[in-house]
């Protein structure tokens, strides 16, 4: 079992940048591709951005490529994703994820364990 916790989130005008943390603890993260993950209101939850274990890969979805950067520690136990430029389009609860060791990054279903998320509101 792991448990992530999102930290980072809050209110920032468009343009502005903020850092999101995920911290795990339980088994060993390492093991683990992670991924982030939003969902805006009435809207289903969607794919942001994962790396693999040793951090050698990253995927992004097209609407942040450029902007969002995903990244590990693994001597931390974190994962983080830096979002420049941000949009008012980019407002959404943010959630972190384990994936459950398919190569589909992107696909929800895929990743076994979640974190609570963190709210991110851009402002226009």
């Known amino acids: 079992q792991v448990q992530l916790v999102e930290s980072g989130g809050g209110l920032v005008q468009a343009g502005g940048s903020l850092r999101l943390s995920c911290a795990a603890s339980?088994?060993?993260?390492?093991?683990?591709?992670m991924g982030w993950f939003r969902q805006a209101p009435g809207k289903e939850r969607e794919f942001v951005a994962a790396?693999?274990?040793?951090?050698?890969?990253?995927y992004y979805a097209d609407s942040v490529k450029g902007r969002f950067t995903i990244s590990r520690d693994n001597a931390k136990n974190t994962v983080y994703l830096q979002m420049n430029s941000l949009k008012p389009e980019d407002t959404a609860v943010y959630y972190c994820?384990?994936?459950?060791?398919?190569?589909?990054?992107?696909?929800?279903?895929?990743?076994?364990?979640w974190g609570q998320g963190t709210q991110v509101t851009v402002s226009s």
């Open positions: 790396v693999t274990w040793s951090g050698g890969n990253t």
């Open positions: 994820a384990a994936n459950s060791g398919s190569y589909d990054y992107t696909a929800a279903h895929t990743y076994r364990h």
């Open positions: 339980g088994r060993t993260f390492s093991n683990y591709a």
